[in-house]
């Protein structure tokens, strides 16, 4: 079973950036695909970032690509979530989770989860 611990976040005024980390603890972390997702208030949860386990693939949500990069370092067992040019609409609590089957752009298809970390953009 994996644990996961996500930190990084806080309040930031608009265009600046927050570097979010996802610590695990447990399981073979180098093993899972991993995702970022998030969740605003009164909002579904969506997807924002995914990577497979060598690096090799990452994926974006189209609100965020070209701004946010997705990196692990599986010696750290540490997920990243470099996030910049933030818009208020970025306001969210931010999930990492561990991929289990399915597809990686749905959260039923996640195992695990970490307990969020709260991102908050100012304008």
């Known amino acids: 079973q994996v644990q996961l611990v996500e930190s990084g976040g806080g309040l930031v005024q608009a265009g600046g950036s927050l570097r979010l980390s996802c610590t695990a603890t447990g399981g073979t972390f180098s093993r899972y695909k991993l995702g970022w997702f998030r969740q605003a208030p009164g909002k579904e949860r969506e997807f924002v970032a995914a990577?497979?386990?060598?690096?090799?693939?990452?994926s974006y949500a189209e609100s965020v690509k070209g701004r946010f990069t997705i990196s692990r370092d599986n010696a750290k067992k540490t997920l990243y979530l470099e996030m910049n040019s933030l818009k208020p609409e970025d306001t969210a609590t931010y999930y990492c989770?561990?991929?289990?089957?399915?597809?990686?752009?749905?959260?039923?298809?996640?195992?695990?989860w970490g307990q969020g970390t709260q991102v908050t953009v100012s304008s």
């Open positions: 989770g561990t991929l289990g089957s399915g597809s990686l752009y749905s959260e039923r298809s996640y195992d695990y």
């Open positions: 990577i497979s386990w060598s690096n090799s693939m990452r």
